[in-house]
């Protein structure tokens, strides 16, 4: 089948050749066409007078027959032509045959099938011209069997570099996961300080940045779990020791069973209990199990009330500058609880003047239904260093490292602080602090007027 179709093909082209030639014969453009009929259809070319003489050749084919004609054959050729109506046609395959009509006896190694067309042409002079055309028809089995050859090696040579490359890749990929994986194995026991190979491809090196970030984070959470022991059990020591100290003391020393010795027994167990409670209020607030009770409460005489249990610490002098009621919608205990807790915060570190500040400021809007109130509570204590903002709501976070101890509450304050407002809706909080001028901490919370609470 494909023989047939590529035989047609040739016989098409030689046809077409062979009418191009005779249109073109008493053309200037003869030779050009002659050369490009030659080139693109790789046909072998020869016009020759009535008695065998050659006016024009051209040889392209490595085996062309045509050429090796004499001028008696070719005469012959032109005497077969005309005898058959100034056309002829020869297909010949060497292997089958030898003795062409016109071509007498010609070898041919390669055993290739010969196609030769010939046409004689009147030039306007009146001269005949014998047109000789002879192209090779190629066996097409033959080139698909060399074809499928070459195939089977390209095809072996492609899995093969394929394979090598794949294991170059495989080695790529796998060799850092498994540094990873080695490292991941380091971490998992407990040592923070392993470092993970960001080299490779891009998503291996994204993997490797996240989980030394989770190392360092971890690290810092081991550390601030060492602080929380070491500080809990420093102020569950201390009262203890107050106590039992004082204790022995009226135990053994009849004249010190006193008022005032059995008041610091009571407020040193006081502290204690404040500790534990606030341990478990750390601990139930961010476990969910202390429900949200929201109302519209007023925060300014919420406040003020809280101020009263203040008024015993005659040694300090606490301010409260505002101007109107304010009303928002929160948990009216736990919003005393903050409050109360950055107090406590403030007078532990508080400065040379005993002095603590609170401020009420209202943030208007556009909208009065987006105003907001902003409570501030200052100290002019040392002040906190920049890079240490962000750690002190953390629990039990000390700033001071030889632990002070809190003159009021029990150091937990400020995580209770953030755990309560990350429960109210619409809350911020912060803190503004330079060493040597003291520290703001502030809490803002959406307002609520008179026309919503109608």
Known sequence: MLNTFYRSIKIHDIENSLK???DNIDSDKLSS????????????????????????????????????????????????????????????????????????????????ESVIYTKIATTKSGENILILLNTSISPVVSTVQTLKVQLFWITVIMIVLAVIMALLLAKNLSSPIVKINKSAKVLAQGKYDVDFDASGYREIAELANTLNYAA???????????????????????????????????????????????????????????????????????????????????LTENIREILTRYTKLTEYQIIFDA?????????????????????????????????????????????????????????????????????????????DKNHKRAAVGTGLGLNIVKTILDMHQGATYGVKSQIGQGSTFWFELNVYHNEQLS
């Open 20 to 22: 191009d030639i005779g």
């Open 216 to 298: 360092k984070e971890l690290s810092k959470v081991e550390s601030l779990q060492r602080e929380l022991i070491a500080n809990i059990s420093h102020d569950l020591r201390t009262p203890l020791t107050m106590i039992t100290g004082y204790a022995e003391v009226m135990r053994d020393i009849p004249n010190e069973n006193t008022p005032e010795n059995v008041q610091i027994i009571i407020d040193e167990a006081k502290r204690l209990t404040t500790l534990v409670n606030d341990v478990l209020d750390i601990s139930k607030l961010q476990s969910g199990s202390i429900p949200f009770n929201g109302e519209v409460l007023n």
């Open 323 to 399: 101007n109107e009621d304010i009303y928002v919608y929160g948990d009216a205990l736990k919003l005393s609880q903050v409050v109360y807790n950055l107090i406590n915060n403030a007078l532990t570190y508080i400065g040379e003047d005993k002095t603590v500040t609170i401020k009420q400021i209202l943030i208007p809007a556009e909208d009065r239904k987006q105003s907001r109130v902003r409570i501030e509570v200052i100290d002019t204590g040392e002040g906190i260093e920049q890079s240490k903002l962000s750690d002190i709501w953390n629990r039990y976070y000390k700033v």
């Open 33 to 112: 066409v002659l050369k490009k009929v030659a080139n693109d259809k790789q046909i072998c070319i020869t016009l020759c007078t009535q008695d065998g003489s050659v006016i024009y050749a051209i040889d392209v084919l490595p085996n062309c027959i045509i050429h090796e004609l004499s001028s008696y054959r070719l005469a012959k050729a032109y005497e077969l032509t005309v005898q058959n109506g100034g056309t002829f046609v020869e297909r010949t395959m060497f292997n089958e045959r030898k003795s062409q009509f016109f071509l007498g006896e010609v070898d041919n190694p390669n055993q290739i």
